[in-house]
């Protein structure tokens, strides 16, 4: 059983029937017609329709004092003494010529269940006899316990499974006690008595050989009375949460605790308590992404930009827990590199390829927080020549070579770099000829 928030018990458990006028014997006043439910103290119909009247679905009280038709035995849907004292009630579980009609006696229990605690479930039920509605039985007539009235708008099923039933169809023309052990899960204050299901999910057999194809039952002393005993209550709830034990004391750390109760005839009754707590989350989380993409938080939101989110959620053990996320984005990165090379040379992009062209190159990549990343690479490819240069110089000059050196006659060979690539000039030197009217020499005039 799972609890979130503290439940408040009653201070002792009764070795007592906790269903007020549980035999029917107490009324407001005499029956006097069909559906008169409401003449019967304490006990209600589930659409508060007062009256018999189509189409509401009405319980009927019978009562051996009561009018025509609902006085016992020899009533419209029965011959049947009472079980017990002079008064019973009765309700239609299963109709063939009105689909899905249902009627359902409903009562508040004088105090809580106390959950955790073993009650026993009983009662008396019979078709009777001689009659046109006591042909047929129907399986699954049986109690639902609620926290609160439920509710039928005119005669429909109400839905929702019974917590205890007759599984199998059930007919008898003499009282026949029922009985459950029931552990309630939750404070139930109410039971509903009835057939619970449609007729597609109702099974019917017809048992005399003459009547309505329908379910009637009667009913007679229903109790639900807890055990007084030695009872375990085994419960977790959210961390922080406080929990009423059944005397009244308050308690909000896991671990055993006993009380012991006094019921009204004198008798103890122990109550164990084994008290256990589900952790409250309170995470934080840190994320990064790439810019322009976006992320789910805890809670389902979608998002894409950076910040500090809060997600408060429900943990798989029911309790409310928060998730902090710091969100970081990564931006795209762009980044120009300009690089030279000699002719003949190769150079390596960022992403591993050889080019040997001048050029703009465009390299993707992926950064260390996983994003895209682009390197735009600048290209310049320097040509390598080699020239060659034919000089006369005269007697006894010098010539500068185009690496600095002064030289006389002769054949050089100049290494020089231009921007950082070799070149190759090839300088050879003669002495001017008299004859060469385009280079006069001192010496030649």
């Known amino acids: 059983m799972l609890l979130c928030t503290g439940s408040l018990f009653p201070v002792a458990l009764r070795a007592q029937n906790i269903v007020p006028n549980y035999s029917f014997e107490s009324y407001f006043t005499l029956p006097t017609g069909y559906g008169n439910w409401f003449d019967c103290q304490d006990w209600d119909n589930v659409n508060g329709y007062l009256g018999f009247a189509w189409p509401w679905a009405s319980p009927d009280y019978l009562h051996d004092l009561g009018g025509a038709g609902v006085n016992l035995p020899f009533t419209t849907f029965g011959t049947v003494d009472p079980h017990e004292g002079q008064a019973i009630m009765g309700f239609i579980a299963y109709l063939s010529y009105e689909p899905n009609f249902r009627e359902y006696l409903s009562v508040a229990f004088t105090e809580p269940m106390v959950p955790g605690v073993s009650y026993a479930i009983s009662f008396w039920i019979t078709n009777g006899e001689s009659a046109w509605y006591a042909r047929g039985g129907v399986d699954k007539v ?168 809060t997600s408060a959620l429900v943990s798989v053990f029911g309790c409310d827990s928060v998730i902090t996320t710091i969100l970081n984005v990564a931006t795209a990165l762009f980044t120009d590199v300009y690089a030279n090379i000699c002719d003949g040379e190769t150079y390596v992009l960022p992403d591993g390829t050889p080019v040997d062209s001048t050029g703009i190159y465009t390299s993707l990549l992926t950064t260390v927080s996983g994003c895209d990343s682009t390197v735009y690479t600048h290209l310049n490819v320097t040509i390598t020549d080699t020239i060659f240069i034919d000089a006369e110089i005269c007697s006894g000059e010098s010539y500068l070579l185009p690496d600095g050196v002064s030289v006389d006659m002769g054949i050089y060979i100049s290494v020089f770099h231009y921007p950082g690539c070799d070149s190759t000039v090839l300088t050879a030197l003669y002495r001017a000829s008299a004859s060469d009217h385009s280079f006069r020499c001192k010496d030649d005039i």
């Open 142 to 309: 049986g109690i639902r316990f609620s926290e609160g009235p439920l509710s039928q708008l005119d005669h429909e099923p109400i839905g929702g499974a019974p917590d205890v039933f007759i599984p199998d169809i059930f007919w008898n023309d003499a009282w026949e006690l029922i009985t459950f052990s029931f552990v309630a899960d939750a404070p139930y204050d109410r039971l509903t008595l009835g057939n619970f299901y449609t007729d597609a999910a109702t099974n019917y057999a017809a048992f005399a050989p003459s009547g309505s194809d329908g379910a009637y039952y009667f009913i007679d002393e229903v109790t639900v009375i807890p055990d007084t005993g030695s009872t375990v209550i085994d419960t977790t709830l959210c961390a922080g949460t406080l929990f009423t034990l059944p005397d009244g004391t308050m308690a909000d750390t896991a671990g055993s605790y006993s009380v012991t109760l006094i019921a009204m005839d004198g008798a103890d009754s122990i109550v164990t308590v084994n008290l256990n707590y589900w952790p409250v989350y309170d995470d934080t989380v840190e994320v990064e992404i790439c810019s322009g993409a976006s992320y789910v938080l805890p809670d389902g939101t979608v998002v894409a930009d950076g910040g500090i989110y």
